[in-house]
């Protein structure tokens, strides 16, 4: 079946460090992958998507590659801001899976100036 | 352009009561979900509505039932309240549903607590 796999939290970061959060899956189909950003006391926005192998999504300086060989999908940043403490979350759609919209539990990221 | 919109934000009810939770989106989206987000868990869907006319069960459906009254809204319904139902629940929508289109625009979330 399907799942995703996130790195447990929380992240501590200083302000300008470079951020990385591990995401992988397990999949039956060709999933597309994302990643969504949720905000205290709000709902998630979507941060960035890839719908194929070897796609890069981007935003806002994030990235991430959907890697096939190695059904990943992490999550990096340059340099991260105060702005950017929030909860994480890698998500899968697979049409051909039993559960077709899986999200991992999510990562928080605190950054201190 | 409100997105989308959930009522209420917050509710308490006793155990064995009955609520329906509403949800609305203005963007002419297809496809509405809805979901459960517990500490610990991440997001789990509950039930979701590829199109107008059609839903279907998602991870976590049992002790709840789904009406897509149109297709700007989609509601959930408790039928009899259970303390293992506390949680904030959101809706979500999107254009469609597989591939690039299942982008999905969340709601702010409803809190509720089952006593």
């Known amino acids: 079946g399907n799942s995703v796999t996130q790195m447990e939290g929380p992240v501590t970061l200083s302000e300008e460090a470079f951020l990385t959060i591990n995401c992988t899956y397990t999949?039956?189909?060709?999933?597309?992958l994302f990643w969504y950003v949720q905000y205290p006391g709000e709902g998630l926005q979507l941060l960035l998507k890839?719908?194929?192998?070897?796609d890069k999504g981007s935003n806002k300086g994030f990235e991430a590659t959907y890697r096939k060989e190695t059904t990943s999908f992490h999550l990096e940043k340059g340099s991260v801001q105060v702005s950017d403490s929030a909860v994480y979350f890698c998500?899968?759609?697979?049409?051909?899976?039993?559960?077709?919209?899986?999200f991992g539990t999510g990562t928080r990221l605190k950054v201190l100036a | 352009n409100a997105g989308v919109t959930q009522t209420p934000k917050f509710q308490v009810l006793k155990t064995g009561q009955s609520m329906t939770l509403q949800c609305a989106q203005d963007?002419?989206?297809?496809?509405m979900y809805w979901y459960r987000q517990d500490p610990g868990m991440g997001l789990r869907l509950i039930y979701y509505?590829?199109?107008?006319?059609?839903?279907d069960k998602g991870e976590v459906p049992n002790g709840y039932n789904v009406s897509r009254l149109n297709k700007r809204e989609f509601s959930l319904r408790l039928e009899s309240a259970a303390p293992s139902q506390t949680s904030v629940y959101f809706c979500?929508?999107?254009?469609?549903?597989?591939?690039?289109?299942?982008?999905?625009?969340f709601g702010p979330g409803t809190r509720l607590t089952v006593t």
């Open positions: 979500a929508s999107s254009v469609g549903v597989w591939g690039a289109s299942n982008e999905q625009y």
């Open positions: 999949a039956t189909g060709y999933p597309s």
């Open positions: 890839a719908t194929k192998a070897d």
């Open positions: 998500a899968l759609s697979d049409p051909s899976g039993t559960y077709k919209y899986i």
């Open positions: 963007m002419n989206h297809n496809s």
């Open positions: 509505s590829a199109s107008e006319g059609t839903t």
